[in-house]
């Protein structure tokens, strides 16, 4: 379940089943419409009857999370930054657990015992490519240093945004 017509879903579809909600951005947490996405995301629930939800925290990961309170499904969340964020920090108490990507990330949880460390997803390729053909490829001059800055969650769009 993710942001309908998103990246995301466009990598999504056609390998596994995309369940889309008509969220644009972060900031239509101030419009109805992201209010009426938690009703879809309980109708979404109600047709797939999951037996457990993995969600990673973001705006577009809350009315999936409330919908699963309110139809009691269980649900773990990922966090993947050092520092929680506020999705995590906000509906912790109501998860399973939370599987964390570092070792420090443990101090911010009370319960210890629902606190898993797992790391975040690496696709292996990426650690096996050759540096040379990868810029060749991206049409970066292969004799010159190269540094990739790139981030995600809380201040994302600042660094990423291309604009």
Not at 39 to 64: H, R
Not at 116 to 145: H, I, P, Q, W
């Amino acid at each position: 379940m993710g942001r309908k017509d998103s990246f995301e879903e466009g990598l999504i579809r056609g390998k596994y089943d995309f369940y889309g909600l008509n969220i644009s951005r972060s900031s239509d947490v101030k419009k109805l419409s992201y209010y009426l996405s938690i009703s879809d995301a309980i109708k979404i629930l109600n047709e797939v009857k999951p037996d457990i939800l993995v969600v990673f925290g973001s705006y577009i990961t809350v009315p999936v999370i409330i919908a699963s309170i309110v139809k009691k499904y269980p649900f773990f969340l990922h966090e993947q930054n050092v520092v929680p964020g506020r999705v995590t920090k906000l509906f912790y108490k109501f998860s399973e657990g939370v599987a964390i990507s570092f070792t420090e990330t443990r101090e911010y949880f009370r319960d210890k015992n629902k606190v898993y460390l797992t790391g975040n997803f690496v696709k292996t390729e990426l650690l096996t490519m050759d540096k040379a053909s990868c810029k060749k490829e991206l049409g970066f001059d292969e004799n010159r240093k190269l540094l990739l800055i790139t981030g995600g969650s809380q201040g994302a769009m600042k660094i990423n945004y291309e604009g």
